[in-house]
């Protein structure tokens, strides 16, 4: 079964400082990868997604990440990172194989704090 | 503008009074789930569809039921709501899975 570990419950950064937020998934086959931001009160929005080819992936707000096959992990960065970037942000996983095709499974999430 | 519309925002009731949760998106998509979000735990697949007419579970089903008659709708009912079944509840859209969901802006349903 497909499972997504966000290991970090919270970070807090500076404002203009770089972020990353890691995300280690499990998943037999070639896997969908999403980030998805909540803002508080509001529903999620996708930042980006990985399918295939290029491993690096741009994404919406100066977001990008990275699919590294060999560490099952699919980082979030950005170099800097401005106070409204406070948000929740979630890694997800899709099935490839048509036996669980309509399955995406997130993980916990990872509150980002930015301080001023 | 293109959007998936929840209502209500807030649900209070009490255990047992079966309710709907009804969720509309006006941008012709196949696909549509619900998902319940939980505190540390994130958010959790509860049914989905394919299609009109075409549902299956996800991975926490039990106690609720959907139905899809009409494209555009997709609700989330609690035939006899639990105590367990607080939780902040999204619907969300999209061409298929593996494109950009849309998701709306949540119910948060307390059952006393």
């Known amino acids: 079964a497909q499972s997504v570990t966000q290991p970090d419950i919270h970070i807090t950064v500076s404002e203009g400082a770089s972020l990353e937020l890691r995300c280690n998934y499990s998943y037999g086959a070639t896997p969908y990868l999403f980030w998805y931001v909540q803002s508080p009160g509001q529903g999620l929005q996708l930042l980006l997604k990985y399918f295939s080819g290029d491993t690096l992936v741009q994404g919406i707000k100066g977001f990008e990440a990275e699919f590294k096959r060999s560490q099952s992990s699919f980082n979030l960065r950005k170099p800097s990172v401005h106070w409204s970037d406070a948000a929740e942000y979630f890694c997800a996983v899709g099935a490839l194989n048509t036996g669980t095709a309509s399955k995406l499974t997130f993980g916990t999430g990872t509150r980002l704090q930015v301080t001023l | 503008e293109a959007q998936v519309t929840q209502n209500p925002r807030y649900l209070i009731t009490v255990t047992g009074k079966k309710l709907t949760v009804t969720c509309s998106q006006n941008?012709?998509?196949?696909?549509m789930s619900w998902y319940r979000q939980d505190p540390g735990l994130g958010l959790r697949q509860i049914y989905y569809s394919m299609n009109v007419e075409v549902t299956d579970k996800g991975d926490v089903p039990e106690g609720y039921k959907v139905s899809r008659k009409e494209k555009r709708n997709f609700p989330l009912i609690l035939e006899s709501p639990s105590p367990n079944q607080t939780s902040l509840y999204f619907c969300a859209s999209g061409r298929g899975l593996y494109e950009k969901l849309f998701f709306g802006s949540g119910t948060q349903l307390s059952v006393l």
């Open positions: 941008m012709n998509h196949e696909y």
